[in-house]
C-alpha cells in the first residue's frame, strides 16, 4: 500500500510502498477513505512532540471503510463505516483509567503518533477505540469531526457555561466549536492572527458576533475563552478579555512558552487550564451531537501524496476549515 511516511521529524514526508498491515486479534483493517490533517500532525513532523515511533505514517482523523476484522472483534463487521481517532489505547488498569481519565492514562498510545495512523491506504486499529460514523456526511466531511471536532467539544465542556464564548485561533476545531456553541445558545467571539481577514469573516459567516485580532479587547468581557493556536502569549490576552471566575482553556497539545504576567490578570479566581487528548465519552457525545447541530465542516482536499503542501498551508495558515488527505 502506498503511505506517507516520516522518518526523521524535520524532514518532508516520504511517499513509500508498505506492505499491507495484518489486523491482529481485537484489531480492524480499515481502507483509508479520508483523513484530515490536524496541527498535531505538524506537531509531530516539526518535532515538537518528542516520542513518535520512527518512521511513523502520521495522520489520526481517519474516517474509512472496514475490510477485514482481527480475532474476538464484535464491534464492527467488514464494509461498515468507521472513524479513527487520537486515543488509539488505554491500559485500562492505572488510577487514571479507573476514574473516568483515560485521556490522562499514563500508558496511552496515540494514532499518527506511537501508532502508524491515516497518511495510507489502510491502517489498522483497536477496535475498542474506533467508532461508527452515522449521518449524512460524506467520508471528507465526516474526517475533521474525529479530532477537531472531538477535542474541540472537549474544550467546549471545559469552558463550562461561558455564554459570551472566546476563541483564539479560527482554524479546524474553531469552525467545529463555533457552529455547537452557537448551537447552544452561546455568542461566539472570534480572534484570528491581525490581519487576516478572510478568518474573520469565516468566524462572521459561522455565526461569531465579533471577529477582531488577537491583541484587540472585545466589545463585552467574555465568561470563558478557548485557545486553539499553539501560541502562548495568548494566555494573558484572554485572561485580560474573560470576567472574574472565568475559564481559559489551552485546546492543543504544544503551545510556544507562555510569557510571564502580572498575577492580577488571574486574580478573581480566573482558572488556565489545558485539555489533553480525548476519552472514548468525548466521542461518542459529540458524534451523537454533531448531526444534531448540524456541524457543517469546510474542507480542503488533497492527494495522499501532497500530504507535505497540506501541512504546509497549515503551519501558514492559508486554508480554510481543515485539509483532508484523499488516497487513490
Ligand atoms: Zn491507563
Ligand atoms: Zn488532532
Redesign the pocket.
Known amino acids: 500500500m502506498k503511505a506517507m511516511v516520516l522518518e526523521r521529524p524535520g524532514e518532508q514526508l516520504r511517499l513509500m510502498e508498505l506492505p499491507m498491515p495484518e489486523p491482529a486479534a481485537g484489531q480492524i483493517l480499515v481502507k483509508v477513505r479520508a483523513c484530515a490533517v490536524c496541527r498535531t500532525d505538524l506537531h509531530v513532523v516539526d518535532g515538537e512532540l518528542t516520542e513518535p515511533k520512527l518512521p511513523i505514517v502520521p495522520g489520526h482523523e481517519i474516517i474509512g471503510e472496514v475490510v477485514r476484522t482481527g480475532r474476538g472483534v464484535d464491534r464492527f463487521r467488514e464494509g461498515e463505516r468507521v472513524g479513527i481517532p487520537w486515543l488509539g489505547y ?5 488510577r ?2 479507573a476514574s473516568g481519565a ?1 485521556n490522562l ?4 498510545r496515540f494514532t499518527g503518533y506511537q501508532i502508524d495512523g491515516g497518511y495510507a491506504e489502510y491502517a489498522v486499529a483497536d477496535a475498542r477505540y474506533c467508532f461508527p460514523i452515522h449521518g449524512d456526511y460524506a467520508d471528507h466531511e465526516a474526517a475533521p469531526l474525529l479530532c477537531a471536532g472531538l477535542i474541540g467539544y472537549r474544550s467546549l465542556r471545559m469552558a463550562g457555561d461561558a455564554e459570551r464564548l472566546g476563541i483564539y485561533g479560527f482554524g479546524a476545531a474553531a469552525h467545529i466549536v463555533a457552529q455547537v456553541a452557537r448551537h447552544q445558545g452561546r455568542k461566539v467571539y472570534a480572534f484570528t492572527r491581525a490581519g487576516d481577514d478572510a478568518a474573520q469573516a469565516f468566524a462572521r459567516e459561522l455565526g461569531a458576533v465579533w471577529a477582531g485580532a488577537s491583541e484587540e479587547s472585545p466589545p463585552e468581557e467574555l465568561d470563558g475563552a478557548i485557545i486553539f493556536a499553539p501560541v502562548g502569549s495568548l494566555i494573558p490576552a484572554a485572561l485580560r478579555a474573560v470576567r472574574k471566575g472565568g475559564v481559559v482553556v489551552a485546546g492543543g497539545i504544544h503551545m510556544s512558552d507562555i510569557p510571564s504576567f502580572p498575577y492580577r490578570i488571574l486574580w478573581g479566581e480566573r482558572v488556565v487550564r489545558s485539555v489533553a487528548n480525548l476519552t472514548r465519552r468525548d466521542a461518542e457525545e459529540f458524534l451523537a451531537l454533531a448531526p444534531k447541530v448540524p456541524v457543517r465542516t469546510e474542507t480542503e482536499l488533497f492527494p495522499l501524496a501532497e500530504a507535505n503542501e497540506a501541512l504546509d498551508r497549515l503551519r501558514t495558515g492559508r486554508l480554510r476549515g481543515a485539509a483532508v488527505l484523499i488516497p487513490g
Open positions: 488505554t491500559c485500562g488498569r492505572c487514571y483509567c483515560e492514562c499514563d500508558a496511552a
